[in-house]
């Protein structure tokens, strides 16, 4: 069965001239006209279906169910106390060994029942009780990497920028592969992307052996990871696995990596600037390109703090800066809607005029136009 999205994907593709898209749209509709509704699916056929591929709920279910595996989540993270990590390095290893072998029995036990959502949020909270075991193993025996000095409380895990914890973070994204390797379930990636987002600041720390005044280097190390994280994303859309958007994480904590790294670049140089500007405009076209929307949001606000340093220094000690400010703000909203309302329309000319190169690297989702 075809649906029009697959036909224009075809199209879109080269596949299909518009003729012949046209042509075949038409027969199969009236192919579709003379045929029988479907009949409603049996029991047993609603059984068999992968719960996974569900889409996601809003409702009180569901909140109820990351709510919970969320609170568990920071109350053996940021919002540890001092006391519980007075506990010692064996006692926090064995808690968060205890933890997490509960959660990973209990996840299996609910995914086996079908339940798929509980079932793969205790995973993803097993997964989250890494750092909380490695440190444990670290702080007892003194292993806090060359030149990283012991970083402090495992709470300071969750404030801090410290060389020492990369070793945490490497493998809880190791821990988070394996759990999607038997457990696929999109949350689990943001545990991983998570901890893939601390590593691209801690790195830098790493690198230079502890030294925090090495802002240029560890400004670079976050947008080069966050291009990194950006490229595994596209392709995880590209492959469209199954069960769930697993790319949305990567997608984003990617962008916050890039953006933030590239927003912290200061330069006095107008050309400098200037091309911050054009490469937030290309992180917006950026975003219809992929069918991710992430991108447009940061691309507008990069135009707007451009917009908003441009009026300072040109408008600076004037009566009109205030002025001149609200218009920039108006014209973000414009810009805000001009974007929303030919979004369709750049999509749809992005189908039409790419070549077959460029709209094969377009995920499938992206080529279809709304």
């Not at 390109?289 to 703090?305: C, D, E, N, Q, S």
């Not at 441009?310 to 014209?331: H, K, T």
């Amino acid at each position: 069965m075809f649906s029009e999205a697959d036909l224009e994907a075809a199209r879109a593709a080269g596949v299909l001239d518009e003729a012949g898209y046209l042509k075949l749209k038409a027969f199969l509709a009236g192919r579709v006209s003379l045929q029988p509704a479907p009949a409603a699916p049996s029991q047993t056929q609603s059984q068999n279906q992968d719960p996974a591929a569900e889409k996601p709920r809003f409702d009180v279910t569901h909140v109820l169910w990351y709510t919970g595996a969320l609170l568990v989540m920071t109350a053996m993270g940021m919002f540890s106390t001092t006391a519980f990590a007075a506990l010692g390095g064996g006692a926090l290893t064995v808690t968060g060994l205890l933890y997490a072998a509960g959660f990973l029995a209990l996840g299996n036990h609910l995914w086996g029942k079908n339940l798929r959502t509980p079932g793969g949020l205790a995973i993803a909270v097993a997964v989250s009780m890494v750092p909380l075991s490695v440190y444990g193993i670290q702080d007892a025996f003194d292993m806090w990497g060359t030149g990283n000095a012991n970083p402090g409380h495992y709470r300071d895990f969750f404030e801090y920028i410290r060389g020492g914890w990369v070793i945490m973070e490497v493998a809880t994204v190791i821990a988070a592969l394996v759990a999607l390797r038997f457990w696929p379930f999109p949350f689990i990636v943001f545990v991983g992307t998570f901890a893939l987002w601390f590593m691209s600041m801690d790195l830098a720390i790493w690198f230079t052996g502890g030294r925090f005044e090495e802002y240029d280097t560890r400004r670079e190390v976050s947008m080069f990871f966050g291009l990194a994280m950006i490229l595994v994303a596209w392709l995880t859309d590209l492959r469209r696995p199954r069960g769930g958007d697993f790319a949305f994480w990567l997608h984003l904590f990617g962008v916050m990596c890039f953006w933030g790294g590239l927003s912290l670049h200061a330069s006095d140089n107008n050309l400098a600037k200037a091309l911050y500007c054009l490469i937030n405009i290309g992180l917006i076209f950026l975003g219809v390109f992929l069918g991710r929307r992430v991108y447009a949001v940061f691309g507008t606000i990069g135009i707007m703090l451009y917009l908003g340093d441009l009026s300072w220094r040109v408008f600076d000690n004037v009566l009109l800066f205030s002025f001149a400010l609200s218009g920039i703000g108006v014209g973000v909203i414009a810009l805000g809607l001009l974007v929303h309302r030919n979004e369709a329309r750049l999509a749809a000319w992005m189908a039409r005029n790419l070549p077959p190169g460029l709209s094969a690297l377009r995920p499938a989702h992206a080529r279809v136009v709304g």
